[in-house]
């Protein structure tokens, strides 16, 4: 096609909006270093359905939303795709843009500028673990953090830096790029393919990092963090970066130190999917704000824009006294926009009269009508709008 830009993908999975779909720059998809595959087999076995069988894309260091699974249409177009998720799911939209400005001036979504596409230059600690504690008496004279990072668009990593002191002095770790292996491999037979990586220069995996830490020093800190630099030299940001989704946030990686008589006591700032725990829902539980620059929390002597303050109230999002069983059929009745039923944590509301005025607009409910929401809801739409989407509760 003359003038073609655009590789539009459409999968087999029918969602509320349509079938799943998006697009990447055609000069991506022919550019062998950027490593774009059509896969339909793993490790010499056909792909499960879980990982796309038949058919999938693989697109190396971009976000997973881009690696259409079940694929069953290839479009070669002008311009970028017009499907619905790829309009309105994996953007980020500037921070001036707020909830209601978002649902209520769509030409926000159109603009393809805000598309995520290359994965952000990122990098965590895994040891100490969570919870992990430390005996301080008779311990080795140092401990090693470890830990991994990943560099977006096939860029390598450079350069891991560990802080004990808030950013004020770093060190540098050593980093281990495991990837490099299958390079000095050279050409080889696997799996019945041939592995051909030594002339490729671009990092499509995590690499690991270490760096051994006096426990004297341990003792002496509050907090440990990470950031990384890729060779680009697009760096790890200090802060969060807010907007409406909340997508790609990739600020340093902290995790905090309680001193408990001779023990020291680690927490990451989360814990993987909804499981409960982690240092930022202390401090949310703990009224602070997780933006104020002192993560949430007043530093000693320093004054803190927003400073802790009394422990925030805990919103109830059903109503006393109605109790009734929904079956599964007549939840499914309800999946238009006429009346838009879902759930969350068992609990099925009904949305109808949010769909006008809702700061999500109010496809987001139409979206999630006759299923089972509580991911989204709890990943997402909690943290951005705390308040229930309806006030109709009925016990499932």
């Known amino acids: 096609m003359r003038g073609a830009r655009y590789l539009c993908m459409e999968g087999a999975d ?36 879980d990982h796309g069988k038949p058919l999938r ?9 881009r690696s259409v699974k079940w694929l069953k249409k290839l479009i070669v177009t002008r311009e970028p795709s017009d499907n619905w998720y790829h309009i309105y799911d994996n953007r980020v939209l500037p921070t001036t843009v707020s909830p209601e400005e978002s649902a209520n001036n769509s030409a926000w979504w159109m603009d393809e500028r805000y598309a995520i596409y290359d994965l952000s230059s990122n990098s965590a600690i ?29 860029r390598r990593i450079t350069r891991v830096e ?9 060190r540098l770790a050593k980093i281990d790029y495991a990837e490099d292996r299958y390079r ?11 592995l051909d990586m030594e002339w490729r220069e671009n990092c499509f995996c995590w690499c690991f990092w270490n760096l051994d830490i006096a426990i004297s020093e341990l003792k002496d800190t509050k907090d440990i963090f990470v950031r990384c630099m890729d060779e680009s030299m697009n760096i790890q940001p200090r802060d969060m970066y807010w907007s409406v ?29 909804l499981m409960p725990g982690g240092w930022m829902e202390r401090v949310k539980k703990a009224g602070g704000n997780l ?9 000693g002597g320093e004054e803190a824009p927003e400073p802790v303050t009394e422990a925030a109230k805990e919103i109830k999002m059903t109503k006393d006294g109605l109790v009734k069983t929904i079956t ?43 299923l089972d929401s509580t991911d989204e809801f709890m990943a997402i739409r909690k943290s951005a709008f705390p308040g229930p989407s309806a006030t109709t509760h009925i016990s499932s």
């Open 291 to 299: 933006t104020n620059g002192y993560w949430g929390e007043q530093i």
């Open 245 to 273: 989704l909340g997508m790609m946030n990739n600020p340093w990686y902290r995790i905090t130190i309680s001193h408990e008589n001779d023990y020291l006591r680690f927490e990451h700032p989360t814990q993987p999917a």
């Open 328 to 370: 599964i059929d007549e939840l499914r009745k309800h999946d238009k926009e006429d009346a838009p039923w879902f759930v969350v944590n068992g609990e099925v509301y009904d949305g109808t009269k949010f769909l006008e005025g809702h700061p999500g607009g109010a496809s987001s409910i139409v979206a999630a009508a006759g």
């Open 57 to 65: 894309v693989i697109i190396p260091g971009q976000i997973g939303g």
């Open 184 to 194: 000095e491999a050279g050409q080889q037979m696997l799996h019945g393919g041939k």
């Open 162 to 170: 560990v802080t004990l002191d808030k950013g004020k002095s770093w």
């Open 126 to 154: 895994a040891y100490p673990a969570h919870e992990e504690q430390l005996c301080t008496v008779g311990a080795p004279e140092n401990y090693r953090v470890k830990g991994y990072a990943y560099g977006g668009g096939g």
């Open 14 to 49: 029918k969602l509320p909006n349509g079938y799943y779909g998006t697009s990447i720059k055609l000069n991506w998809a022919m550019d062998p270093n950027r490593g774009v595959m059509l896969a339909h087999g793993m490790n010499g076995e056909m792909l499960s359905p």
